[in-house]
């Protein structure tokens, strides 16, 4: 079992839906979670980082988790063409501060 | 406020050689981590720099070594590079804390031939 686990697609939604991308992961003592957001031959960008069982929205975005079900959600509303992108969770292992990242869900939003 | 800045950008080397990739680390950061990414794959988790020091390795080989320095920029040396070398190599500063967050800069791609 990979460390953290994604979709990685490509999914694909119509401009303005709702974009839904997933991320399991295996450590159950990880205590920090991050997505980024990866354009084609661009670093990561960060877009959200969340550390409490719950949502958190900023904007567009919410993420979403659930340390029970060690599952990790980020939500994009009225998505845009310029979201089409490869977004990246990175999960904090515990005791350390290395970044553990699955291999990235690619979404195309179409116009 | 100054973001994280690498160089070069891009790089080709042949196989056997040695590379040396910098970064500066973004304005009020102490902390760099080097990754490498691998087409169509994840960033993998290099090492850690703190205070000048290794703190934490993923799985790489020795050949992979590193420097931080007093205003906190970092060397990230790769000796005898193999063809499976080839990548985009990321650096990621941070300020040591309980829930520090890592911002990118923009990489250096790296071509083995």
């Known amino acids: 079992q990979k460390e953290v686990e994604q979709n990685s697609g490509p999914l694909s939604v119509p401009e303005g839906a709702i974009a839904s991308l997933n991320c399991t992961y295996s450590?159950?003592?990880?205590?920090?979670f991050f997505w980024y957001r990866q354009y084609s031959g661009k670093s990561p960008e960060l877009i959200m980082s969340?550390?409490?069982?719950g949502d958190k929205e900023d904007g567009r975005f919410t993420a979403q988790l659930n340390k029970a079900s060690q599952y990790v959600s980020l939500l994009i509303r009225d998505s845009q063409p310029s979201d089409s992108a490869t977004y990246l969770c990175a999960v904090s292992a515990s005791g350390t501060y290395k970044y553990i990242f699955g291999t990235g869900t690619r979404l195309k939003v179409l116009a | 406020e100054t973001g994280v800045t690498q160089s070069p950008t891009h790089l080709i080397k042949t196989r056997g050689q040695q590379v040396t990739l910098r970064c500066s680390s973004q304005?009020?950061?102490?902390?760099v981590s080097w990754y490498q990414q691998a087409l169509g794959q994840g960033p993998q988790f290099i090492f850690q720099y703190y205070r000048e020091e290794e703190n934490g390795r993923g799985n790489f080989p020795p050949r992979f070594s590193g420097l931080q320095f007093p205003n906190y920029s970092s060397e990230l040396n790769v000796n005898a590079l193999e063809l499976d070398d080839s990548a985009l190599y990321l650096c990621?500063?941070?300020?040591?804390?309980?829930?520090?967050?890592?911002?990118f800069g923009p990489g250096t791609r790296l071509l083995v031939l």
């Open positions: 304005s009020g950061h102490n902390t």
């Open positions: 990621a500063s941070s300020a040591r804390g309980t829930q520090e967050t890592q911002y």
């Open positions: 969340i550390y409490s069982n």
């Open positions: 450590d159950r003592g990880s205590q920090s």
